[in-house]
């Protein structure tokens, strides 16, 4: 019973991080197709998102039978517990990706406002924060989970610049306020996406220590 | 057994809508400091959203423990999933108003650049929604569900409005546009409230008929 258990719970960890590849690859894609103006990849992260929520909700079920087929002890329910709420960041980190692409086709063809270097950065952090997140809570390691809060300071740092010079944009020149405004949106969003990360970091440090923290 | 699992189920319904109430009332509330620029109440929101963290953490061990105990049937199963589906979705609503509460605090003192009219609408017309997507579960009443999903289309349409007045008004007069850009992410925190009521109406739909759809 007990070895059924953890080959499920490793099948398991396996989704999970198949998940999370497809997730840093959503953050990627659409980041990409936004500073190339690629419109038709664009139009393609819908359907990589309804992968990710195909996942999630077969990470989920499984969760559930194995919770109640197999009567977890209560590290295990912890674990659990853990991945569930895993999935449902990772599967917001896809939908903020989508609202990326639907800045891109809004954007469309026209000339971009200012060359884009902080969007693809904070796009790169946040990839790595969720791969760090998820490698903390494969090893159970606090220490990692500590890092991703860390990480989020710079992409919270990011963000604040480019708020201010977005704003200062906007104010000089009227002009670019529609498209300023939907990049500014961009910025959220990848700030949001990090924001999950840490979630998942937070929930890990509560998996290992049973103490319900926020980092930030 | 089987009694004592539905004594629980109960008890746990009974914190779900006391949960449900309390994202009502700071979305209420965050928004009503907001038009009245009132930064007492606005400090405050941030220990009613603890509140509202300390309870969804409550809910969700007890939904554990009630799946590892319990041996819960197929369809136990699916309710017990969804309520921590909708705990997740609530959380995060609260989250949004302390944002709210947030930007009511950067603005401060200074004069608002428009009469606050359609976001106090917007607000009222989510926490319907909240309300409804939750009542939609306790009656397992898929008609309900999927009216949440048609308000969230009015919801949709304010904020389009707001939005389209704010780029106009940012356009027209440079002054406003730091003031302007923190009301039309006030518009875009409701928006996504209304999303999340949304999802609640999407998941009970799917623990009804196990049909998962999307709705928007």
Redesign the interface.
Known sequence: MRSQFESQLKDLNVKLLKMGAMVQEIIEVSVQALAKQDLETAKTICVMDDEI?ELE?QI?NEC??L???Q??MAKD??V??TI??II?DLERMGDHAVNIAKVTLEIGNEPLIKPLIDIPRMARLSEKMVNKSLDSFMKADIQLAEEVAHDDEAVDQIYEAIYTEI?EM???D??V??QA?NL??VG?YLERIADHATNIGERVIYMVTGE?IEIN
Chains 1, 2 share one sequence.
């Open positions: 929520d909700l989920e559930m039978r919770l109640a087929l009567q977890p329910l912890r659990i517990g569930m709420k449902t704003i906007m104010i000089e009227p002009k306020v529609k405004t500014l949106f959220r319900r």
